[in-house]
């Protein structure tokens, strides 16, 4: 599949992607390329961000910067800014996208495997956004995109991902938080909320050995199907290109339906053989009057 945009779309744009030697992100990163963006790739394993720049820039003729940056420390964030305006003179905009997870039962986690969780999601996010935030602020520079990577429980919370939960409403708090404040310095900020786009950092963690049977994901989505990485990358392209200049504090969800469905209360009647409804509204019916 192509990507719905023109390929010039992102010509002389600069976007950071953290966590974008892997997954979502390196997926994000070639649709970004093959618009022609330069792309700036975080993450804390230099040797795999190099293996995905050489690969993409082979695939898109596109420029890749692999820099290794810890999210977590702040300094390694702002020689982030640094380095990425050196090489391309500005950054246009930046993702948010890396992320630390994994499933457990609450009261199994210690305080630190919690502080884990929320100083990646929350704090990583938090930081990046500061220290790109304040370097085009204090330039002047305008008509900047921060787009953050959040899921569906951000708003309805789960069970067994906690730390997670609570790091990524922070990160939809700050979302919105800061279209509210920074619109008038022309910095657009914005979420994507993704369904189950399946990927090796995400399933390993999430739905490890034998789960991935048992849990049919595709069971749980009304569309029947897990997510494709090019309609996740699409969205990305178009919410951090001058194209969504007016779309500022928005969370957009890509999930099938997923999260309706869940939270439905009477989904659950998926599960009614179609033959039984003859008999079910005879059943209310004769209720009438009673
Ligand atoms: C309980 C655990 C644990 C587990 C780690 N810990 N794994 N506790 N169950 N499975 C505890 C450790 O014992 C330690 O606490 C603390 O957490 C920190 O662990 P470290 O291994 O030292 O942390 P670190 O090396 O920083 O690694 C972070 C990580 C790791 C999150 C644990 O998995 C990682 O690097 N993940 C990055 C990629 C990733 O997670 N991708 C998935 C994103 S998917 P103590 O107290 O023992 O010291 C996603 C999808 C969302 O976000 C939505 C899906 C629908
Ligand atoms: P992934 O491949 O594991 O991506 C996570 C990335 O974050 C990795 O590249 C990892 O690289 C990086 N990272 C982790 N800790 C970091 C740190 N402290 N500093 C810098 N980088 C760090 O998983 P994914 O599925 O593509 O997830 C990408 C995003 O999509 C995440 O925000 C996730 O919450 C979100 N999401 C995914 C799904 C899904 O179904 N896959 C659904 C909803 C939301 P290093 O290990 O090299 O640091």
Redesign the pocket.
């Known amino acids: 599949m192509e990507s719905m945009m023109r390929p010039d779309a992102l010509k002389g744009r600069t976007i950071v992607v953290?966590?974008g030697?892997?997954?979502?992100?390196r997926s994000m990163t070639g649709t970004l390329l093959e618009l022609g963006a330069n792309v700036c790739i975080?993450?804390?394993?230099l040797d795999?961000l190099e293996g995905t720049a050489r690969e993409l820039e082979k695939a898109t003729g596109g420029t890749v910067l692999p820099l290794a940056?810890?999210?977590?420390n702040y300094a390694e964030v702002e020689q982030v800014v640094k380095s990425a305006n050196a090489r391309f003179g500005k950054v246009d905009g930046l993702i948010n996208?890396?992320?630390?997870?994994f499933i457990s039962p609450t009261e199994r986690l210690s305080s630190k495997a919690f502080q884990t969780i929320i100083d990646?999601v929350l704090m990583?996010s938090v930081n990046c956004t500061l220290a790109f935030g304040k370097d085009w602020i204090t330039k002047g520079e305008r008509d900047k995109a921060i787009l953050n990577?959040v899921?569906t429980y951000a708003w309805t919370g789960s069970g067994y991902v906690v730390p997670s939960a609570c790091a990524k409403a922070g990160v939809l708090a700050l979302t919105r938080s800061l279209a509210a404040e920074w619109g008038k310095y022309g910095i657009r900020s914005n979420a994507v909320a993704?369904?189950?786009?399946?990927?090796?950092?995400?399933w390993s963690r999430l739905m490890p050995g034998e789960m991935l049977e048992k849990f049919d994901m595709t069971k749980r989505v009304p569309l029947g199907r897990l997510g494709e990485h090019r309609e996740l990358a699409d969205l990305v392209a178009y919410l951090v290109s001058p194209y969504s200049g007016y779309v500022n504090g928005e969370v957009v969800t890509i999930d099938g339906g997923e999260w309706i469905k869940g939270g439905g209360q009477f989904n659950m009647l998926d599960m009614v053989e179609p033959g039984m409804w003859d008999a079910i509204e005879q059943m209310v019916r004769s209720t009438k009057g009673s």
């Open positions: 953290t966590g030697g892997t997954g979502l992100g975080t993450s804390r394993k795999v940056c810890d999210v977590r996208n890396a992320a630390g997870n990646i990583g990577i899921t993704p369904g189950p786009f399946p990927t090796k950092g995400a």
